[in-house]
């Protein structure tokens, strides 16, 4: 079965950090970018962060630039995106998202994960 499966998401107090991990399962994230996604409770859903496939580019949304980190391990088949200093407007689901030969949106995507849940609060 192809699939994206995120983990590292759970409970942490602001100013904490968490490191969240995509995994792809029965294909190889060579040839696509990974772009990484969140969605709040009442709230559009929006990107975070995108990385190329060799992951010498990578762009971030300005609400998390300077505090996120995007990065890929091809021979683990794995994206991470590190997440510092968070803040509880962070709270969301974060989603990882592939898509072949350019940075995924909501609309344009092959592959979007089930999500895990970070919640920051004290």
């Known amino acids: 079965q192809l699939q994206l499966v995120e983990s590292g998401g759970g409970l942490v107090q602001p100013g904490g950090s968490l490191r969240l991990s995509c995994a792809a399962s029965g294909f190889t994230l060579d040839s696509y970018y990974i772009g990484w996604f969140r969605q709040a409770p009442g709230k559009e859903r929006e990107g975070v962060s995108c990385?190329?496939?060799?992951?010498?580019?990578?762009n971030y949304a300005d609400s998390v630039k300077g505090r996120f980190t995007i990065s890929r391990d091809s021979a683990k088949n794995t994206v991470y995106l590190q997440m510092n200093s968070l803040k509880p407007e962070d709270t969301a689901v974060y989603y990882c998202?592939?898509?072949?030969?350019?940075?995924?949106?909501?609309?344009?995507?092959?592959?979007w994960g089930q999500g895990t849940q970070v919640t920051v609060s004290s």
């Open positions: 998202v592939a898509k072949y030969w350019m940075c995924p949106s909501p609309g344009e995507y092959d592959y």
């Open positions: 990385i190329s496939i060799s992951g010498g580019s990578t």
